[in-house]
């Protein structure tokens, strides 16, 4: 379920030089490359630590298709490595964990306040239940026990639908504490049941229990869980009047589970009478939480942005202590609309006028020094296109195919009493078809500058970014239009766009999502060249 705000401010880039400039703000340095011959997730950075970077990563097996039929041609397969501080690899192994049919699947590596975990599952068909292990990671040659310690298990025994629980787990803001959250098997048309688990930072189990939803199950959708540093478990929901409800009839409500609950506390997270688009949290150092989204217009029709909202909750009497609402001007919602209109016809031009902003989503919320607010936000949204295929022989088969869409970036700035004092717009449009793995942008905070690092495309980068329009990127398909980009935004609101390396002369992308800001002027990223990867270390000047 992902969210993920964080606190800790991501952020990303490439950069090599082959766009040599004099006053470039960066210097980048390349690690040694490694393999993946299969198709493959892009690595996830778990840890970092003096000693050097871990990467967890698993690989996908791969299919080809004999008359319509897939046939597996490769297994899937997950690796522990380590990288010293020049990123060379000093420890790269295959996770395998028993054999046959006792075999586990590694699904996670874990951080919490310096400890390594790993995370496996396996499905006993005997007894039809799923069992979820955990084994702690040795630093210093990353091994772990032969046999891991069981802390859940899903019974389906009756359920002949059910499929594989999907287990998750969030950090509490100091990294104290886990929770573990996963659904439970249940009957059609009933309240969805969850369970929770929270553990200390060595995953030592503090408090669990069941959790059935109030509302039937097409009346109310989870959107996120959260965990305090006091172990408190916060469930925000979205949650429609009734069945079969229009796009936006809905509120959000937020559900707190503590150590021996009967029934959870529900508060309601309505703004100002405002019909809300989005919300999302963001767990404080002392457990406040920091609400923020954005809201439409009055009769609330369909992608209707106005403006966006933060509120904040007390942590221990979830009062609200303060409340901000930002209009978003009428001619920025009229620019980012007609830009987004790429190349549509004149009739969808026409139609989409009488429409406003695309929805908002927050990754970054930032408290300032002073007490002022710094909102971080990116205009993003999916959408499904079906077809069918005919056999000639008077059947076929559907398909289905996803497209993501990342926007421009907005960052909101407030001043300490709430007030806003800019609006700044990266522009930006990325398009791809079935996966977001390259879409999105990494952020870092250095100094006086925000970092973002994404995929563009070459003719998006003059320099002078206040008046130059955005031009449209179809997709990530034309190797030789593609390029890393540094854009750099300044306490005056100053943009400056660096290229950082060309896809075409390196064949290499960046995963923006997949990165760590190691310390005050130094990050880590995750590029791709061809069927490789490699980390790379980013230092700004």
Not at 31 to 36: L, N, T, V
Not at 40 to 46: A, E, H, N, R, Y
Not at 141 to 165: C, I, Q
Request: proline share 4%.
């Amino acid at each position: 379920m992902k969210k993920h705000f964080v606190f800790v401010f991501l952020i990303l880039l490439g950069s090599l030089s082959l766009f040599a400039q004099s006053n470039k703000s960066f210097e980048l340095f390349l690690g040694e490359e490694f393999a993946d011959k299969n198709l493959t997730l892009p690595p996830s950075i778990f840890a970092t630590d003096g000693s050097g970077y871990y990467l967890f990563q698993n690989k996908m097996a791969a299919y080809v298709a004999i008359a319509f039929i897939p046939i597996k041609v490769s297994k899937e397969a997950s690796y522990l490595r380590k990288f010293d501080k020049n990123l060379n690899s000093t420890i790269s192994e295959e996770i395998i964990l028993g054999s046959g049919r006792t075999a586990e699947d590694p699904i996670l590596a874990y951080s919490a306040l310096g400890n390594l975990h790993l995370f496996s599952t396996l499905q006993d068909k005997g007894d039809r239940k799923h069992l979820l292990y955990h084994r702690s990671i040795n630093k210093k040659d990353l091994s772990y026990p032969a046999e891991g310690k069981l802390l859940t298990e899903v019974s389906y025994d009756g359920f002949p639908r059910y499929r594989y629980p999907n287990f998750n787990f969030e950090r509490s803001r100091d990294s104290s504490k886990v929770l573990l959250h996963y659904q439970l098997p249940n009957v059609k048309d009933a309240p969805d049941r969850f369970k929770v688990h929270v553990f200390n930072e060595e995953m030592i189990e503090l408090w669990n229990a069941p959790f059935t939803l109030p509302y039937p199950e097409n009346q109310l959708f989870i959107q996120s869980f959260e965990l305090s540093n006091e172990g408190r478990v916060y469930v925000l929901a979205k949650y429609y009047d009734t069945p079969k409800a229009k796009a936006y009839n809905y509120t959000y409500k937020l559900f707190v589970l503590t150590p021996g609950f009967e029934k959870a506390d529900e508060y309601d997270l309505g703004f100002r009478d405002k019909p809300l688009s989005n919300l999302q949290l963001q767990m404080e150092p002392d457990d406040d939480i920091v609400c923020v989204g954005s809201y439409m217009a009055g009769d609330g029709k369909w992608k209707s942005v106005e403006g966006v909202f933060f509120f904040k909750l007390n942590g221990t009497t979830l009062e609200r202590e303060t409340e901000r609402l930002i209009e978003i001007p009428t001619e920025m919602v009229r620019d980012l609309m007609s830009e987004d209109m790429g190349n549509k016809s004149e009739k969808k031009k026409k139609k989409m006028e009488e429409r406003t902003l695309n929805s908002i989503h927050f990754n970054d919320v930032v408290l300032r020094s002073d007490g002022g607010l710094l909102m971080v936000g990116e205009i993003s949204y999916s959408y499904t296109t079906s077809y069918y295929v005919s056999d000639g022989q008077g059947g076929g088969y559907w398909v289905y195919k996803t497209v993501y869409v990342s926007g421009d970036i907005l960052t909101f700035t407030l001043d300490p009493e709430g007030e806003i004092e800019r609006i700044d717009r990266i522009r930006k449009y990325q398009r791809q078809e079935e996966s977001n793995v390259l879409l999105s942008y990494g952020m870092a905070i250095t100094r006086d500058k925000l970092r973002f690092v994404y995929n563009d495309r070459i003719e998006n980068l003059p320099l002078s970014q206040k008046e130059s329009p955005r031009l449209y990127v179809p997709s990530f398909g034309r190797k030789n239009k593609q390029l890393v980009t540094l854009a750099s935004l300044d306490a005056e609101g100053n943009i400056k766009k660096e290229g950082i390396v060309s896809v075409k002369e390196a064949e290499m992308y960046a995963f923006p999502r997949e990165a760590k800001q190691v310390s005050g002027s130094e990050m880590i990223i995750v590029l791709q060249k061809g069927k490789k990867r490699r980390l790379a270390k980013i230092t700004f000047k």
